[in-house]
T-cell receptor, first 113, second 114 residues
Framework: KAGVTQTPRYLIKTRGQQVTLSCSPI?????VSWYQQTPGQGLQFLFE???????NKGNFPGRFSGRQFSNSRSEMNVSTLELGDSALYLC????????????FGPGTRLTVL | GESVGLHLPTLSVQEGDNSIINCAYS??????FIWYKQESGKGPQFIID?????DKRQGQRVTVLLNKTVKHLSLQIAATQPGDSAVYFC?????????????FGQGTRLTINP
């Protein structure tokens, strides 16, 4: 079974631009979560989607948004990029009944210049 | 997927010894506590979880202990191997209202000495 895939793996943007990251969950997994990982703040929850609905949201500004499609694939968008948005963005998928066992992708490394 | 932490606690053990990684949590309402492992260049990987009404759970070479009195969680790894080198995160899950949100700790870097 293929794992969680994320594209692109690396991205360089400049301040003020926007970016869209993509995540394909493991087949059969309908819950998709996004996390931001930085050296200073560690792993922080962004949001979680299930059946195309955002069910949970972390403490991030409205510049961070996401969506989920009917095939469970998910995208997250960051608008008006700031230097502090430089981070590793991780996507994780899980079965609804096994929410503790989230399967993470390798992440997208975003650098904002 | 490296988890570079400038202030990451570290633990260094000899190969073959047992490792104990500790974690303090804050939310008494968490219904599950979970351990993840993150190897360099990869996303975190689930190791084991424990429900809040339990105090011990064993897996393959790993044991998780939960002390709710002092809000403390530990992961014990038996007979540590080179492949155990990674950053280990504890996480809490609040099960209220169907929440799937995991709150991760800062992580501990485990280094295995040959």
């Amino acid at each position: 079974k293929a794992g969680v895939t994320q594209t692109p793996r690396y991205l360089i943007k400049t301040r003020g631009q926007q970016v869209t990251l993509s995540c394909s969950p493991i087949s059969g997994h309908r819950s998709v979560s996004w996390y931001q990982q930085t050296p200073g703040q560690g792993l922080q929850f962004l949001f979680e989607y299930f059946s195309e609905t955002q069910r949970n949201k972390g403490n991030f500004p409205g510049r961070f948004s996401g969506r989920q499609f009917s095939n469970s694939r998910s995208e997250m968008n960051v608008s008006t990029l700031e230097l502090g948005d430089s981070a590793l963005y991780l996507c994780a998928s899980s079965l609804l009944a096994r929410a503790n066992e989230q399967f993470f992708g390798p992440g997208t490394r975003l650098t904002v210049l | 997927g490296e988890s570079v932490g400038l202030h990451l606690p570290t633990l260094s053990v000899q190969e073959g010894d047992n490792s104990i990684i500790n974690c303090a949590y804050s939310n008494s309402a968490s219904d599950y506590f979970i351990w993840y492992k993150q190897e360099s260049g990869k996303g975190p990987q689930f190791i084991i979880d424990i429900r809040s009404n339990m105090d011990k759970r064993q897996g393959q070479r790993v044991t998780v202990l939960l002390n709710k009195t002092v809000k403390h969680l530990s992961l014990q790894i038996a007979a540590t191997q080179p492949g155990d080198s990674a950053v280990y995160f504890c996480a809490e899950k609040d099960g209220h209202q169907g929440a799937q949100k995991l709150v991760f700790g800062q992580g501990t870097r485990l280094t295995i000495n040959p």
